[in-house]
Every structure is written in structure tokens, then in C-alpha cells.
């Protein structure tokens, strides 16, 4: 699932390519992938882009006359900017974006349906759509910290939800752990400072270097692998394969429709945590779904 480093190089690069540009049409290519009707998707048609953000991990196009699409991307969907025009794929395609300057193409891999696409109209419509979790890139320690410990679960829920930090999700919460020394199944209210500390400083430290990898890597160009799985990861993706800190090799929890990855030897002192008991905690502290995750949102008040 494209992340927060992931979806601001796309940002970046969509910046580039439609800042100000109109957008002529919308072509829809499944009627699943939108999941609103007012104001209907026609009345984005000859509006100028005047911005682009995120939201959590969704991308969000800013046209005039207080308009906004809003793309959720989810696990497998991908954008990918063509020439004006272009015809999309047949069974991959879920819509395309028709530009004066070219055409950006939503797809989306495998069966399930699960990418979706909103037109809002208004500043409170749209923040609707905010689960409310912070920006640790703009939080400070204190704020960080209150956050954390606001619930007692379990560190790789807490930085996944999205209603508590935004924009982080299963792969490079891993990549923080590890960089923080951290085991994933350590409950929150379990932290004394120190862990804290580094936790606060592996979250910001290991997204704003992946976020300038993705840059590097993309260039002037448009970011087309986008992945969750990157052979530099230090452990996500990795299982079975030595920890670039210490040479032990990757371990692994399996739980709902995820896997946790971790290094015993650099993150739980050496004890392994993928036994039916540990992954069955991890499982119940995880949402039935994640099509569920991603749409709860922090209640309002």
C-alpha cells in the first residue's frame, strides 16, 4: 500500500505535470471505484487544478470553484501519467484523468476492488474524510508522545492507525521499528522515555529518508514503482533473509492480511515472537479487514 513517502513523491510529480492545467474529463472505467454522488464527478469537468495534498494516504486534487477529487489508492491501485488521451488498460483500469498536458491513469492489480475515488465539494466535506491522526513530520516530541500513549495497544497498531498518525502504514512501520530498536508487539504505556526518544526519531528519520530515495529515484520522472516491498528495506519484505544491522536472519508474524517483520536480535533481545500465542495477540489488536482500517475515522469531539 502506497504511504506517506510514496504519496508525496506522486504529489511532487503530479504538482509538475497538472499545477494549473484544467482538467478536461473524467473517465470512469468502473462505476465501484467512486464512492460519492454529490456533487456528481461531472461538475469537476473544465475546472483548473489549483492545488495538491494529502490526507492520510489519500491524494488530493484541489480544482476550482471549491472542488477536490480524492483518490485512495489502498493496497494495489497505482498512478501512472501517460500521454494525453491515452487508452487505458482493459483490466487493470479503474479511471483515467484527461489533461491538456497528459493523461494520469488510476489501475489497480488483482481482483479486489478496493481503490476508490471521491469528488467533495467544500473544506468541511473534505475534512471529513480525515481520520485525524497527526503529521509526525510536523509534530513535536510532546505532541508525538500524547498520542502514542493516549490508548494501550500495541506499537505496530498504534502507528498504523490512522486515526492516530497519519499517512503510516505496514511496511515502514517495520523500517521504524527496526531503526528504533523496538519490538512491534510492545505495548504503548509500556514505554518509558528513552524508547520514546527513539521511536519519535526513528519515525521521523526513516520516512524522510525514504521519501528522499523515492524522489531520487523517480527524477523528473513519474514514480511507476511504487512498491511496498524494496530489496534496501532493512526488514519488511525480508523474511528469512540477515539484518543489515546484525546478520540474524528476518523473522516474521503472520496476522489477518498482513505480515510484521522484525529482527530478534536487534528488537526483542534475541526472543522470538512469531508463536501462535504472540501473533494471536497481534491479530486481535489488528482490524478484521483492512478495507475497515482505512475507513474508520477519529469520531468527531
Known amino acids: 500500500m502506497p ?17 494549473g492545467a484544467t482538467l478536461q474529463r473524467v473517465r470512469l472505467l468502473t462505476p465501484f471505484l467512486l464512492r460519492s454522488v454529490d456533487p456528481p464527478l461531472s461538475a469537476v469537468t ?3 487544478v489549483t492545488g495538491l495534498r494529502r490526507i492520510g494516504k489519500r491524494l488530493v486534487i484541489a480544482l476550482e470553484d471549491d472542488l477536490f477529487l480524492v483518490i485512495h489508492l489502498m493496497i494495489a491501485g497505482r498512478l501512472h501519467w501517460k500521454a494525453a488521451g491515452v487508452k487505458p488498460p482493459g483490466k487493470i483500469g479503474l479511471a483515467a484523468f484527461d489533461f491538456p498536458t497528459g493523461t494520469l491513469l488510476l489501475t489497480e492489480a488483482g481482483t479486489k476492488r478496493r481503490a476508490s475515488l471521491e469528488a467533495v465539494r467544500g473544506e468541511a466535506a473534505l475534512r471529513a474524510l480525515d481520520p485525524g491522526g497527526i503529521e509526525v ?13 493516549e490508548e494501550n495497544h500495541t506499537l505496530k497498531r498504534t502507528l498504523t492507525d490512522p486515526r492516530v498518525f497519519s499517512g503510516i502504514g505496514n511496511a515502514y512501520s517495520d523500517e521504524i521499528f527496526h531503526r528504533a530498536r523496538l519490538s512491534p508487539v510492545k505495548l504503548t504505556q509500556a514505554l518509558d522515555d528513552a524508547e520514546i526518544q527513539r521511536l519519535y526519531d526513528a519515525t521521523r528519520a526513516v520516512l ?13 520522472g513519474f514514480p511507476e514503482g511504487v512498491t511496498a516491498f524494496r530489496p534496501d528495506m532493512a ?7 540477515p539484518c ?19 529482527c530478534a536480535r536487534c528488537q526483542t533481545g534475541g526472543r522470538m515472537l ?9 491479530h486481535s489488536d489488528w482490524p478484521k479487514t483492512l478495507d475497515e482500517w482505512e475507513v474508520k475515522r477519529k469520531p468527531a469531539g
Open 3 to 19: 504511504e506517506l513517502p510514496d504519496v508525496t513523491v506522486y504529489l511532487e510529480a503530479l504538482e509538475r505535470r497538472i499545477m
Open 208 to 220: 524522510q529518508e525514504w521519501i528522499e530515495r523515492l524522489r531520487a529515484e523517480a527524477g523528473e
Open 235 to 241: 526488514v519488511h519484505g525480508r523474511y528469512g533473509k
Open 274 to 282: 512469531a508463536d501462535r500465542s504472540l501473533s494471536r495477540l497481534l
Open 244 to 262: 543489515p544491522a546484525c546478520g540474524a536472519p528476518v523473522q516474521r508474524i503472520v496476522y489477518a492480511e498482513n505480515e510484521t517483520n522484525y
Open 46 to 48: 473544465g475546472k483548473r
Open 137 to 149: 513530520l510536523d509534530a513535536g516530541r510532546t505532541a508525538f508522545h500524547a498520542a502514542l500513549v
